[in-house]
């Protein structure tokens, strides 16, 4: 888990809305439920609308045009009103699609319930047979059915039931294994329940939820593949007429009257389409992934929206100069800050450690540094960020983007992560080379392997072209620290590097961080946790608490004489060797609630 | 990779298996006697019991699968009464055009749904997304079939640009220049409902993939937003949507039984709608199988695409 993706807002206010007025709040859906239900209340009207018998044929009268007298949509081959025949067929196509659903959601339902929650090897044989179905061509194995069983209506109903069924049991079983192993489960068994009547009364209700968005999304397949076996003449059978076997009837007469099959296909269209915008707009409102807004794309740099913009310039300020910067998060209507208005600065060659527990901030001030907060939903509220005097967000975009990896650059807390899996990692140093360097391709490559060296990774020219999994934690780090040097930055802004690593491999890379700074004269700004790594490598720290800075100071004099209570109980964290239990006893009094889980 | 292709191969075997095991019991749980199908019912008692000798019928359900699968190793799916000749030539020979119209439509919907995806996810919310959105809804909710006889009545009628129906045309033609022309409408119908799946498919994977850690790192790095997107996110948005690209095999070669049966094309899907309609068995039994029979194999390929462009699979 990122420090982002955990401070995503929770859905605020919105939470009130009750389903209803969600999918109300759905203007497509709204429109789907509305020409559904005209379509239906059309078909359903049929019997008492003043229209002629659909079977009536009139050879005399053939394939009449569209509003000729007394045959509102014209005739068919046989003289029959189509739009009789159009009502009549809808009435049936919408009755096979929904009892083909009804009849592939019980025994999907019923088989992912059963295998969800008997596991073992009930769940491997239902599961495999499923896959069975599934390795066939969906309609593939509908006409293997319809060929067995003959062609006809019903029968084309229960062979589209049939290859529908795996869609219910996959998603059912999904569901059902997570719930089989909850509490409320086991208290229910321990209360004497029987197996079916834990299926049934306790989990059945809790599956509810995906049963329905999977019948939402295949009952206009359903309606479709049914026509389209009755177009192939293997469904209804004449005279019975469903909308599928009038296009398949009317495709004799497309040269010469074309509206006796096109209306039956624009009518299947309609009901299929005004199903898919009505389903589409159930899923997102009983699947709750979607609601959190979490699918928004992120922009390249964070958004910046400051009540008042301060000067772009600022002569005289060192290397970099963070006065009062706020980001927040957008939640719901408004705003969440999580980084409330910090200041300080970073000199040429100093380290600067900025520490502070999980959901103080640290992270997200090291991010909206370059721009590098997610959006959305960051936003940069105020403040600005002066490298060498000049306003990093008053830049353009592309001047931003200049600057990141060229003067600032970053390394991440998870190497695993944060470095691509699908590319090698020396073409992942080689690219940032490229990127601000105009080189060849092949030279990039040699100071690729040139700067692995330089951090320590044994024979450089073959560990470069290792993906990330194939190395170690440690390793992925320093490629994570050679591409942050790339470039020959300014400024290292290190947002807990070592925190994923284990404690041999972490000293070694302070050490190798160290060195660098050293040998490169390097502005470190080191974002940690842990005060035992702020002592060993920081000249001055600062103290963050709920998105502020409570006390900074130089290193030696905040150790000696910490002056806020939080910096003391900070101090108090790192453990000395022997001590044992006494550790915890004397932690465990610092802090009295828990600390906020979630945003670092 | 040589070793990940075997193993891939082997896995594939089972379900081979399964496939054949319910394409024949399919076929064998058939109501109704094929003999009488085959001479018809005037049919004398001797002749049925005859027939049924002859097809091995009278034995138990186990031993007439071994017998069926011994000959199917063999190469023999049985002679088609109907077309008297054996089931496997007009089989190879209707797949043939069949392979032809659904490998075109497949590339046609992987490029244009993929495109579509990817350019729905970066201008999220602007008009391209809207507009690929609707047709991404259009394109999963419009019968095949119709769409089919829409373009016919368009391109051929109308325009007369287009032939309206066949694989080749009647007078001089055969080249392959005339099958293109052929090609054109039926592969463009039958890719539109993959087109739409895959586009909205890679829409998710990309907005999905553009939150991930490493997509910040190449921020970080000061790579440009395009080489943010169609190198570093596009490449793993594709490992996800490659598996989806080998599903929609399926659809397309399900869904050229339709597009065969309005643009007469000769190929495996027009046959079996034929072989149903006159209980041509063996020859609906021979050609299912080897229609799903393909689609393993295409979904075989996805798994290889995708292991060649993740490597972290292989291992």
Redesign the interface.
Known sequence: MTALETSAPPPAASGRLTGWQLLFNNKLAVLGLVVLGLICLLAALAPVLPIPNPNATATANRMQPIFSEGHLLGTDQLGRDILARLLWGTQISIAVGVSATLIAAFFGSLIGLVAGYARGRVDNVLMRGIDMIMAFPYILLALAIVAALGPGLLNALYAIAVVNIPFFARNVRGVTVGLATREFVDAARLGGKGHAAILFTEILPNVLPVIVITMSTTVGWMILETAGLSFLGLGAQPPQADLGSMLGDGRAQLFTSPHVSIIPGLMIFALVMSINLLGDGVRDVLDPRLKAGALNRPMPVTRIDRKTTPPAEKPGLGLLAVENLETSFARGRGTAPAVKGISFTLEKGECLGLIGESGSGKSVTALSLMGLVASPPGIITGGAVYLEGRDIFSLPEAGITALRGQRVAYIFQDPLTTLHPLFPVGEQVAEAVSAHQSIGRRAAMEKAVALLEDVGIPEPAQRAKSYPHQLSGGQRQRVGIAMALANDPDILIADEPTTALDVTVQARILELLQDLRKKRGLALLFITHDFGVVAQICDRVAVMQHGKIVETGETAKILADPQHAYTKSLIACVPELGEGRAFLDRVGKLFPQPGAEGAS | MAGYIGKRLLAAIP?LF??SI??FL??A????DPATAILGSFATPENVARINRDLGLDRPLHEQYLVWVGNLMQGDLGRSFRLNRPVLDEVLERFGATLILASVSLVLCSIFGLLAGIVS??R?FGWADRLITLFV??G???????LG??M??IFA?QWRVLPASGMYAVYGGGDFWDLLRHLILPATTLAVVATGVIARLTR?A???V????????????????R??IYK?AF??AL?SVVPVIGIQ???V???A??IE??FQWPGIGAM??N???TRD?LL?QGG?LV??AS??LFNLLADVVQAL????LK?
């Open positions: 379900v399964g496939l319910i394409v399919i076929m749980l058939i109501p109704g996810a970066v999220q809804l259009i999963i909710s419009i019968p095949s079939f119709w006889l829409l016919i009545l009628v998710a990309m907005l999905e553009l939150r991930q850690d490493y997509v910040r790192t190449a921020r970080a790095k000061g790579l440009s937003e080489k943010v570093h490449k793993s490992v095999a399926g659809f070669l399900g869904g039984v339709y049966t309005v079996l709608v072989a149903i309609s068995i609906v299912v229609v799903a689609y393993v462009l993740d490597p972290r291992s």
